[in-house]
Nanobody
């Protein structure tokens, strides 16, 4: 089992930066692919970025070139660096983990919410001008 806790949300400025962290408890975190999703008010939750067990990454087109996902195996954490923030980035951000058995996954798999069995509680990011 793994438990996920997000942190680092808050108020950001348009054009500014924020870094979110996803910390995990449990021995199997490093065996799982980790994704970040977000849900803006009145909208469906959407994929943002993901990183695999082998540190391959994929991003939503809306954040490509602005966001960077990374993981620290020793600290059992995944970070999402968000640069060049836009007002549209305002949302609750969630990290999520796939099952341990998810090897050699495709980008489509990583972008799909139902691929993830464990979710954090979310952290609010508000971007203002």
């Amino acid at each position: 089992q793994v438990r996920l806790v997000e942190s680092g949300g808050g108020l950001g400025q348009v054009g500014g930066s924020l870094t979110l962290s996803c910390a995990a408890s449990g021995r199997t975190f490093n065996d799982r692919n980790i994704g970040w999703f977000r849900q803006a008010p009145g909208k469906e939750r959407e994929f943002v970025a993901a990183i695999t067990r082998t540190r391959s990454t994929c991003y939503a087109d809306s954040v490509k070139g602005r966001f960077a996902i990374s993981r620290d195996m020793a600290k059992k954490s995944v970070s999402l660096r968000m640069d060049s923030l836009k007002a549209d980035d305002t949302a609750v951000y969630y990290c999520a983990a796939t099952p341990r058995t998810a090897y050699f996954v495709s980008d489509d798999y990583l972008m799909t919410q139902t691929s993830y069995g464990t979710w954090g509680q979310g952290t609010q990011v508000t971007v203002s001008s």
